[in-house]
């Protein structure tokens, strides 16, 4: 595996791994049921990604990537602190939109410096991003 496959592969699961971080963290938060289970099965999704993205490197030996511990205190402060006036169900569905849109916007950067990467590597990255995409449109119905 070549070292742009691994930048891409140890994104994917720093993607996921914050988009499943956030979803744990707001969804307390979330009181409509139809949102609430969106929300869960994005979970899962997030999780085989993130779980591929893993197995891809550690096939390669290469060390996956580790969780920082101040972005995750910054994430999960930051939604505190934007949900704690407002928990609507239109609110809730923005930050989430946000946090896709950055997702992909992120993923972008990452595929965009590293062209030279295997065919492999860059279809997770664009089944993630076209999961991010699909995500912000069936969000958007909550607006």
């Known amino acids: 595996m070549k070292s742009e496959d691994i930048k891409i592969c140890r994104e994917v699961q ?3 791994q914050m988009a499943m971080k956030a979803i744990e963290t707001i969804s307390d938060k979330v009181y409509n049921e139809e949102l609430a289970r969106h929300i869960s099965k994005q979970t899962i999704k997030y999780s085989e990604l993130k779980n591929r993205a893993m197995e891809k490197l550690l096939e ?3 060390l996956p990537y580790h969780t920082n511990r101040m972005a995750d205190l910054m994430l999960v402060g930051g939604i505190h602190s934007k949900t704690m006036l407002n928990t609507s169900t239109s609110h ?6 946000q946090g896709s849109n950055r997702g992909v916007t992120e993923m972008c950067k990452v595929l965009n410096h590293n062209e030279d990467a295997g065919v492999s590597a860059i279809e997770l990255a664009k089944e993630l991003m076209d999961f991010e995409e699909k995500n912000i449109e069936k969000l958007k119905t909550y607006l």
Not at 92 to 97: E, F, G, K, T
């Open 14 to 16: 720093r993607n996921a």
């Open 60 to 62: 390669a030996k290469a």
């Open 92 to 97: 809730i569905a923005q930050l989430m939109i």
